[in-house]
């Protein structure tokens, strides 16, 4: 299937490595021109270079912070004046702490609003002048499946993304007649830094990985490859009737039926 990415302009944040680095190696594998964005900029631009490397196609390191309102409006600022048009915008970023609700103060609820909710709107904010010139645009948002279940500990993420969530809605609502589709991609327990950080420290990392597999019906973690593939559906012209929504990527994990 030719999703129509070809020449297409795409903003990956948080993209070193993880998720965001998959989606972006994704959409540059399937044409697109990629910018990618996140703090370590040794390690941007090594991936960029990889990517390159692969796909053949280009692929820009801009090093941000997402947490850091200038700096995103920095990065915009240039993506767009890399490549003359921004179409598809990759919401993402670290994830919070883990940690009961009773351990979190002020400062650390701040840092994860500013993190993993503002980010997505200053960015979202930003690009839109340029999706609404060409008449269409992809604004896709790496959330949490803790926005469907309960996950323990992870208070300030599933705050935040649901935050997120509500954000989505209303964007594709407002921006639904300027042809720009707003959707969240929600990961169950893919495997990343992300997850083998958060692993138990008593345990063995094997065991502990197989603990976790027992509740999710594929029996397995996924891969970022996985979630990358949703990501770069959404981003293409086969997509473009789908807005508003919330897709999981668990290998079934999520039990509720709505
Ligand atoms: N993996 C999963 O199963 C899973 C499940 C649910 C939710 N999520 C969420 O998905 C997101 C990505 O997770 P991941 O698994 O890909 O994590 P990861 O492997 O740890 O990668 C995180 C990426 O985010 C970048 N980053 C962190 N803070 C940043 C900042 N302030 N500004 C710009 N870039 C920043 C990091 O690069 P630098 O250090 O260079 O900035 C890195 O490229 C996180 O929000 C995570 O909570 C993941």
């Known amino acids: 299937m030719d999703l129509k990415l070809t020449n297409k302009v795409a903003i990956v944040l948080a993209a070193s490595k993880g998720l965001g680095k998959a989606v972006a190696l994704a959409l540059s594998a399937e044409g697109a021109k990629v910018i990618i964005g996140s703090r370590d900029e040794v390690e941007l631009s090594k991936t960029a270079k990889a990517i390159q490397k692969i ?11 997402v947490s850091n309102g200038d700096e995103i409006t920095n990065f915009i600022e240039e993506a767009a004046d890399t490549f003359g048009r921004i179409d598809i915008l990759l ?9 009961k609700f009773e351990n979190f103060d002020d400062v650390a609820w701040q840092k994860a609003f ?37 996950l323990a500990s992870s208070v300030l993420s599933t705050s935040m993304r649901m935050g997120v969530v509500g954000m989505a809605k209303l964007m594709a609502d407002e921006f639904g007649p300027y042809n720009i589709t707003v959707n969240n991609v929600a990961p ?4 990343t830094d992300r997850i083998k950080h958060t692993l138990p420290k008593d345990m063995d990392p094997e065991e502990a990985i197989k603990e976790k597999t027992k509740s999710i019906p594929l029996g397995r973690l996924g891969k970022p490859e996985e979630l990358a593939a949703l990501v770069t559906f959404l981003a293409s012209a086969q997509a473009s009737y789908i807005s508003g929504t919330t897709i999981q990527v668990d290998g079934g994990a999520n039990r509720s039926i709505f």
């Open 55 to 65: 796909t053949g196609n280009e692929v820009i390191a801009l090093p941000v912070d």
């Open 91 to 99: 919401n993402n970023a670290g994830g919070p702490p883990f940690n």
């Open 188 to 191: 169950g327990l893919i495997l």
């Open 114 to 150: 500013e993190l993993n909710l503002l980010s997505f709107a200053r960015t979202s904010r930003l690009v839109l002048p340029y999706m609404q010139k060409t008449g269409s645009g992809r604004i896709i948002n790496i959330i949490s499946g803790s926005v469907k279940s309960v």
